[in-house]
């Protein structure tokens, strides 16, 4: 009974900047990753960028210099900040727990939000 829940999308301007957020509820025995993931229309869906428990953590080539993850003060917490935002980032973002529950080590996912990056 797992439930992972992103926010923080929106429209805004190039160049701008978002914060995008995502938080685990539910019984979660222990964390071992967690990331952001993104799909534009007509392409599929690629990984932006992920952290592991120990802080490790790897980026799309295309973001790194731009886009930050770090973990929240709870374990299954993630953010993503976005700064100097191009309209190519235009996608749905979704978020990636890689978690060991009662029903074993698997992946969860949130459904989404929405980022459109203006001209």
């Known amino acids: 009974q797992v439930q992972v829940v992103e926010s923080g999308g929106g429209l805004v301007q190039a160049g701008g900047s978002l914060r995008l957020s995502c938080a685990a509820s539910?019984?979660?025995?222990?964390?071992?990753?967690m990331g952001w993931y993104r799909q534009a229309p007509g392409k599929q869906r690629e990984l932006v960028a992920d952290?592991?428990?120990?802080?490790?953590?790897n980026y799309l080539e295309s973001v790194k210099g731009r886009f930050t993850i770090s973990r929240g003060n709870a374990k299954s917490t993630v953010y993503l900040q976005m700064n100097s935002l191009k309209p190519e980032d235009t996608a749905v973002y979704s978020c990636?727990?890689?978690?060991?529950?009662?029903?074993?080590?698997?992946?969860?996912w949130g459904q989404g939000t929405q980022v459109t990056v203006s001209t």
């Open positions: 990636r727990l890689y978690a060991r529950t009662w029903s074993g080590r698997r992946d969860y």
């Open positions: 539910g019984i979660i025995l222990s964390v071992d990753n």
């Open positions: 952290i592991t428990s120990g802080g490790i953590t």
